[in-house]
């Protein structure tokens, strides 16, 4: 039997989230590809498979992220993504139609807004619309933005960190910095690369971020044992890192982040900045679960910040509820 899909995709740096309607988040995989050079280029692995592999490929197989600071940095890698993804989130159904609808960075250019058009074309959907990721999370945070009220939501990607302040349906202002949560990763490999003449993988400074990274100190900061290969001989090593050594890391994408907050709210509009007083600064993405984080924005723009419940998976459960209420008719 064929029939139509409505499907949502939120392409991240760091996951590919799908939403399939009626049945919810279906896929939350790393966006990563696996492709094997001696089978002519084609794709060994999606997802979490894929992501294993990375530092443990032989030589005809490489791990590519194709998704890079919020934009698709390979195209023919995307699409071939998009495409495992759409299939395994459909279970493989053949369908007349697969209705998409894609979230995008709201700085994109129209070149890189075209890209992801055609990705998701050439991955087999027949009707493409997209939706700004800022609008998106705050539509998945809970927020009300079709009033004659402000709000304001700081989305921390992989890849890219986006605010957007929204009134009455539609995004007022927003702004855009290609600094993340994978760039806070790369801060941390950088650090323990310098101070300890040690390298560690991504994973190790992933894992080293979310068990005792924070913005500011916290109670029950403590130390972890990494190891790596030295720089010195490129024997296998070990170090050990405290809380404050992550901050100390972390201060230079942080400082970035918040202060693109600051300016953001220094250029915004007067009524909107009484509104947004009151209905506090909402973080969302996966980069808002730094402990403290929080905190540290709140000190430095001194208005209420609080993190959205569940905050990874806002992007693509606004979308999801965009879906359910206005099906893409035409492409963008």
């Known amino acids: 039997m064929l029939f139509s899909q409505d499907i949502c995709i939120d392409p991240g740096t760091s996951n590919t989230r799908v939403y399939v309607k009626g049945k919810g988040i279906v896929i939350n995989e790393p966006s990563v590809v696996a492709i094997d050079a001696d089978g002519g280029s084609s794709v060994a692995a999606v997802g979490s498979e894929a992501k294993e592999m990375i530092g443990r490929t032989p030589g005809s197989i490489t791990a590519v992220c194709p998704i890079r600071g919020g934009v698709i940095a390979d195209f023919d890698v995307t699409a071939a993504m998009l495409r495992r993804l759409i299939k395994k989130a459909t279970n493989n159904a053949v369908f007349t139609r697969v209705r998409a609808m894609i979230c ?106 979310i068990k005792i990274g924070s913005a500011q100190p916290y109670d029950g900061e403590s130390a972890l044992s990494i190891s790596g290969r030295r720089l010195e001989d490129g024997l296998p090593g070990s170090a050990e890192i405290s809380s404050a050594d992550v901050r100390e890391a972390l201060y230079e994408p942080l400082s970035k982040i918040v202060g693109l907050v600051r300016s953001t709210v220094e250029k915004t509009p007067p009524e909107l900045v009484g509104d947004i007083l009151d209905t506090g600064i909402v973080l969302t993405g996966g980069g808002a679960l730094l402990r403290e984080l929080p905190k540290l924005i709140r000190q430095e723009v001194r208005i209420p910040v609080r993190v959205a419940e569940n905050p990874q998976n806002c992007v693509i459960r606004g979308a999801g509820r965009c879906l359910t209420n206005r099906v893409p008719k035409n492409n963008d």
């Open 104 to 209: 995008i960075s709201a700085g994109v250019t129209d070149v890189e807004r075209r890209a992801v058009h055609l990705a998701a074309r050439d991955a087999g959907a027949s009707y493409v619309s997209l939706i700004e990721s800022p609008m998106a999370a705050a539509i998945g945070a809970g927020l009300t933005i079709t009033r004659p009220k402000g709000c304001m939501v700081v989305d921390i990607g992989g890849g890219c960190t986006e605010i957007a302040v929204l009134a009455l349906g539609d995004v007022v202002s927003s702004r855009a910095i290609r600094i993340g949560s994978k760039d806070m990763d790369e801060a941390i490999i950088e650090y323990v690369r310098h101070r300890n003449e040690l390298l560690i993988g991504e994973r190790t400074a992933e894992n080293v971020k």
